[in-house]
């Protein structure tokens, strides 16, 4: 359990992280940038994807705090530019998970609404985060008066 716990928080966060900030909210789109992080989830997703040969879930047999920990990650891999369909381990597990009935019920929080869901619906809509974040690096940058 500690061993996925930590491959999701030392691994798969960050570096899904720094692909969902080059993909979406770089200032100056840095190729390069998008790329190394995109490439790094995919290597880490191909892990993953490896781990589910033949399970359901990642540890026990059983859906686990290691299994949600991931999820929030792996359900938002179009936000930074990564297909799950190249995972289908992976993307089988995630709609697994998706359609547990309390699943269903935390995706609606803060809001009332699945915003993936909501990006299903319309690629195009307007970035619910994007304020959010450049807010954060706004605030940064006039601490440390740049």
Known sequence: MLQWLFFQNAGVGPMQGQANHFFR???TKIQYGIERYQNETKRLYAILDARLQEREYLVGGRYSIADMSSFTWVRWAPWAGVDLDT?????AWCERI???QAVK???????????????????????????????GQKEVAEKHGR
């Open 87 to 91: 995972f289908p381990r992976l993307k």
């Open 105 to 135: 019920r935390g995706l609606l929080v803060p809001g009332g609404e699945d915003q993936i869901e909501r990006l299903r619906r319309d690629p195009n809509v307007e970035d619910p985060f994007q304020k959010w974040v450049m807010q």
């Open 98 to 100: 998706e359609k547990r």
């Open 25 to 27: 909210y770089a200032p």
